[in-house]
């Protein structure tokens, strides 16, 4: 009912606690107490605070116990693991309840969720599997199935909690890690998600997870991708890949020419997109493509041409020039000596040779918005690296002293990179883990 609880009520119950042994979850009156918790509209996660505050929490699940005070020493881990996980719960109370501004659309998602206490069990239990080294989703959904069925949860709910616990960082691996207009990326996502209603359970854990890390975790650019790969699945699972990817040439011809007040010719469209592979059809919108086609017009008498496009979540840096011998490596280098910080990249070759570069980038403090003074070094940086007037390694070295000034404190980490020819047919993946800084990328 959401009461407080006096402080002499609570002391009861501590100085009783070792009067209640391994048999209480089996105790027939306390499941009940404890499943009518469970669907309780509002007031879990302050449940489950004042429970675990108190002794109680462990009593019933002592699992939970494993992750007590547990610390990840990382910029995003605000909180002890345990506090987290209690977080998480409320997060998704404050999403059922319409009350979390920062993701609006996370409320609909929520509102076709039927089986939402198998959703709040999931957040309680998602990480406990941790603090015992590599492995803690598959470690956890073991820990969470024996302490559910200790406390008498049928069957489908176990299986619900499982399947997130062991999914649970499914999403944020796969949209930031991951091509998400490769076939293979989203077919194999889609078969870890298995229906709609696992994806929209899977996805508000997901945001709920990095909503209680800490205030900075859930970026604008995290959003993003996560709802996109969230949108993308879901009308995969609806409709099928065909419609997914099934955009004709002629299609795009007549849209593009749609989305154009000065209609352009559709041979000159026509020609373009023969020039490039299938994946650009797929992930290029009409008026993109007519920037791009009137950008290399403008390019063939600068020998490069850059547009900035700001879309709210980020900013898209999109760069045209002819193909040459460190072509990306420049382009990387002159972003980055221009104060400006890349979080991703969508890189096409035409047959003729002219790169087609798009770059998702925010400026050095991770703010959005690219100020019109940044876009002006970028253009003059890049304009003379690819005209031979300047070395982007000179550029780099003007700028590194005054970056060193003003770099925040953080823990670096030793870089692993792992090679992998076996998650895409048509590419080999390569990771790089290491700590984010301006001019990773270029480093790379």
Request: aromatic share 6%.
């Amino acid at each position: 009912r959401n009461l407080d609880i006096t402080g002499e009520a609570t002391s009861v119950i501590e100085r009783n606690l070792h009067k209640l042994d391994a048999s209480l979850p089996e105790n027939p009156d306390v499941r009940t107490v404890f499943h009518e918790l469970i669907d309780m509209r509002k007031g879990l996660g302050k449940a489950f605070r004042l429970m675990h505050e108190h002794g109680l929490l462990t009593k019933l699940i002592p699992e939970f116990g494993n992750i007590g005070w547990h610390y990840q020493y990382n910029y995003y881990h605000a909180y002890t693991t345990d506090e987290h996980s209690i977080r998480v719960v409320e997060f998704l109370e404050k999403i059922a309840l319409g009350k979390l501004s920062k993701v609006p659309e996370l409320s609909e998602i929520m509102a076709d969720v039927p089986a939402k206490g198998a959703l709040y069990l999931a957040g309680l239990l998602h990480d406990i599997g941790k603090g015992k080294g590599r492995g803690h989703s598959l470690r956890g959904e073991r820990m969470a199935a024996r302490a559910l069925e200790r406390l008498g949860f049928d069957e489908r709910t176990v299986d619900l909690v499982k399947f997130l616990i062991r999914e649970h960082l499914a999403m944020t691996h796969t949209s930031q890690r991951r091509d998400m207009e490769d076939e293979d990326t989203i077919n194999d996502f889609l078969k870890r998600a298995g229906s709609t209603g696992r994806l929209r359970m899977l996805t508000l854990l997901t945001f709920a997870d990095l909503l209680a890390l800490s205030e900075n975790a859930l970026t604008d650019w995290k959003k993003a991708l996560l709802l996109r790969l969230y949108n993308k699945t879901m009308m995969l699972l609806d409709r099928g890949y065909e419609e997914l990817s099934g955009k004709s040439v002629q299609h795009v011809i007549s849209s593009v020419r749609r989305s154009n007040l000065e209609t352009l010719p559709k041979h000159t469209i026509r020609e373009h997109l023969e020039q490039l592979p299938d994946q650009y059809i797929r992930v290029t919108s009409p008026s993109h493509i007519r920037a791009h086609i009137r950008g290399i017009t403008r390019m063939q008498n600068r020998g490069v041409w850059a547009s900035f496009r700001h879309n709210g979540d980020v900013t898209l840096l999109t760069v045209i020039t002819r193909d040459y011998p460190k072509a990306l490596s420049d382009i990387c280098g002159s972003i980055t000596s221009s104060d400006i910080n890349i979080i991703g990249a969508q890189i096409f070759t035409r047959n003729d040779g002219i790169i087609i570069d798009t770059f998702l980038v925010v400026d050095d403090k991770g703010c959005s918005m690219i100020v019109p003074e940044n876009q002006k070094t970028f253009k003059k940086n890049l304009s003379s690296v690819v005209n031979g007037e300047a070395s982007v390694t000179e550029l780099i070295r003007h700028h590194v002293h005054r970056w060193k000034r003003r770099k925040r404190k953080v823990i670096f980490s030793k870089p692993r990179v792992r090679i992998h020819n076996d998650i895409s047919s048509r590419y080999t993946v390569i990771d790089v883990f290491a700590t984010d800084y301006t001019g990773l990328l270029y480093d790379v």
